[in-house]
């Protein structure tokens, strides 16, 4: 058996046939692509990879924003056996060379505007074999042009067999509880994450996924592979802006939208029902961060549909939970494991706590990561007797439905007692005034640390911080209620919506 991931691609045109696969959008501006053509051009670019010196098992880095030739670098780069590197296009050049020099990159794949980050940050790198860059007009000495290698390659070309356990990509955690870490994702891993969560959200060929997410993170690229399996049409943006979703859901007729919370939080404000028609849709589906119960309530009553939600990490490729769709959805769950997982509740002293109880959440299964690149010690510390514990705080109900309430390190200790950062976003999140809010500990010289609050208000509407106190005081017991609130015009987040609360505990 032949477990390359890229065989997803080759069984989608086997199956479906010819078919428009994919719509690219910008302002003013919408490409399609059939899949054919799209495996056409993987293969070729392969073929190429192959012909310039790239060999099987070498790292590949992508640095690109949203598009068609990301999901070509991907799927020709799986078809020689090299390894994907996805690289967010947003960092500095210093984080970007930690990176390459952590993994062992051989190659980078870029584009003109942001080439000379990447220079300066591969400067002196011996082991990179070539930079490739995408639409270039004035080649480079050093540069090698994506176009021509696609243009001069093979479409015939035989793609690599792979084993279950062969390293297929290198996705870097953000590092925040350190330096940003390598997990490794075979071919397996990534597979079965696939094939296990789909049966959650039934999708056939008349479906069409909008996926406005990074394809440089685990969530993107998972989601692009469904509609793969599927048959689904795949609509990409370069990233996410709110106008441009609404227009393109009633342009292309979009039945499933895969966002974040904060995607969710800015189409509400940007939604005129004079100007949007969104009858196509028919799910909204949230991951990679915590979704308020009252942004929830709001999508479905101002923008129909169905919010469902998932729960997982990279160090899971990533699924770990599903809502499901023929099942009662509970607010505040992220459903119950998906196929071939099991999830299970820990306490500090390694014991599995039985329902209702809260405790560390971990979880087994064959899409679980083979361990972080070059650094056994934390491997052996997020991986135990066969679970990997995710370092987030929640609780599994009677009918097996996961709950999640906190972060380990993001908890809150408050003269001995322990808060929940979640508990206290949760009542915020309730207050009319508040779009988005988020609670970290800050030192205090009498009780260790004390709750603090930072919040976003709603366009249009105005709030004091003494308001809000109080109203806090009013919901909570008076130890979990915030000791001040600070407002931000935008909370800080990572490039798929989770919040950045060491950012947060840095602010004055």
């Known amino acids: 058996m032949n477990w390359n991931y890229a065989m997803h691609s080759l069984e989608n045109v086997n199956k479906f046939g010819d078919y428009c696969f994919l719509t690219y959008e910008e302002e003013g501006l919408e490409r399609r692509f059939s899949n054919q053509l799209m495996f056409n051009k993987s293969n070729a670019f392969a073929s190429s990879l192959a012909n310039i010196g790239i060999l099987r098992g070498d790292v590949i880095a992508v640095i690109l924003p949203n598009g068609p030739d990301v999901l070509t670098s991907i799927m020709g780069t799986f078809k020689l056996g090299g390894v994907i590197l996805p690289i967010v296009y947003a960092l500095t050049s210093m984080e970007i060379r930690y990176i390459l020099e952590d993994s062992g990159a051989n190659a980078i794949i870029t584009n003109p505007e942001l080439y000379p980050k990447v220079a300066e940050a591969s400067h002196g790198m011996n082991k990179i074999k070539h930079i490739i860059v995408t639409n270039e007009e004035k080649p480079q000495n050093d540069t090698v042009s994506f176009e021509a290698l696609v243009a001069n390659g093979s479409i015939n070309f035989s793609m690599a067999t792979m084993g279950p356990d062969d390293l297929a990509v290198l996705m870097y955690t953000s590092g925040t509880t350190g330096p940003p870490k390598g997990v490794m994702l075979s071919h397996k891993n990534l597979s079965t994450c696939l094939t296990n969560g789909l049966p959650a ?231 009319p005034a508040v779009s988005e809010a988020a609670v970290v500990g800050v030192p205090d010289s009498v009780y260790g640390e004390e709750v603090k609050a930072f919040v976003v208000v709603r366009s249009g509407i105005t709030v004091s911080e003494d308001e809000l106190l109080n109203y806090c005081q009013s919901k909570l017991p008076r130890f979990k209620a915030p000791k001040s609130i600070s407002f931000l015009k935008e909370l800080p987040k990572s490039t798929v919506g989770k919040v950045l609360k060491r950012e947060l505990r840095l602010l004055k």
């Open 201 to 431: 959200w039934p999708t056939d060929k008349s479906d069409v996924y909008l996926v406005p997410l990074p394809l440089n993170h685990i969530y993107g690229m998972l989601m692009i592979s469904e509609c793969y399996v599927t048959g689904a049409h795949l609509v990409i943006h370069k990233w996410f802006d709110p106008n441009l979703v609404l227009e393109s859901i009633a342009r292309q007729k979009v039945t499933q939208f895969i966002g974040v919370p904060t995607m969710l939080v800015k189409l509400l404000e940007q939604y005129d029902p004079q100007k949007h028609n969104l009858s196509s849709i028919r799910r909204w589906i949230s991951a990679a961060a915590p979704l308020s119960p009252e942004t929830l309530k709001a999508v479905e009553r101002e923008l129909g549909g169905s919010v469902y939600e998932g729960y997982g990490m990279t160090e899971a490729s990533p699924t770990i939970s599903r809502q499901r769709t023929w099942r009662p959805k509970k607010i505040g769950s992220v459903g119950p494991p998906i196929n071939e997982v099991d999830v299970c509740i820990m306490s500090e002293e390694g014991l599995q706590l039985q329902s209702g109880q809260e405790g560390e959440i971990c979880a087994r299964g064959p899409n679980i990561m083979i361990g972080y690149l070059n650094k056994p010690e934390e491997t052996a510390r997020t991986l135990r007797d066969g679970w990997l514990h995710t370092g987030d705080i929640g609780y599994i109900d009677d009918d097996g439905d996961l709950f999640i309430t906190g972060r380990k390190k993001d908890l809150i200790i408050r003269g001995g007692e322990n808060i929940s950062p979640g508990s206290v976003e949760d009542i915020l999140f309730a207050h």
